[in-house]
Each structure stands twice: as C-alpha cells, then as structure tokens.
C-alpha cells in the first residue's frame, strides 16, 4: 500500500488570500452589463421552465418572497371564531 497518505500537492483547505483573488476575479468579471446578458437570455430562453424559475428568482429578490399562508382550525366541538394578536418585537404598544 505504498504511496498513499503523506502530504499532497495541493490538498486540504485553500488560504484566505486565495479565496479573495478569486473573489476579486469573479467580481472583475460579473459586471453589470454582463448581468444584464444573462438574465436577458435566461428570460427568452426556449425552454419555458427556465424562463420562469428566472422569472420568480427576479421578482423575489424585487418584491421578497411571498408570505406563507397558515390554515386554522379550532380544537374544540364549536364554531367559535379564532382571534390571532400579531406584535413585533420591540413594537411600541398603541
């Protein structure tokens, strides 16, 4: 089982420094106009589904996500309808 374990070229975690080169590189050339490029083509492309998941990425990142609706129902035998008290956190009383 020679030649295995031992120090490699290259392996384990890349350095901080490296990471941020190449972070420099992709932001050198993630521009805006070449933004606008992609989205544009993945908007118009043939197959529909990535046209919309396109679609809806842009409009959450324009207008967040849509809130979750929540369905209730009350526990008991009655009919009684259900008061629900929503407070912000650190919301001054009124």
């Known amino acids: ?19 941020l080169m190449e972070a420099g590189f992709v932001v050198s050339w993630f521009t805006p106009e070449f933004q ?18 396109a679609l809806k990425y842009l409009t959450d990142r324009l207008y967040g996500k849509a809130p979750q609706s929540l369905a209730l129902k009350h ?3 009655q009919e009684a309808p259900l008061e629900v ?10």
């Open 1 to 19: 089982m020679a030649g295995r374990g031992g120090i490699r070229k290259g392996a384990g975690r890349k350095s901080k420094a490296s990471r």
């Open 36 to 53: 606008e490029i992609k989205w544009k083509s993945f908007i118009e492309s043939n197959d529909p589904r990535i046209a919309l998941d």
């Open 75 to 77: 526990a008991g035998d």
């Open 85 to 94: 008290i929503v407070r912000r956190v650190g919301a001054k009383p009124e």
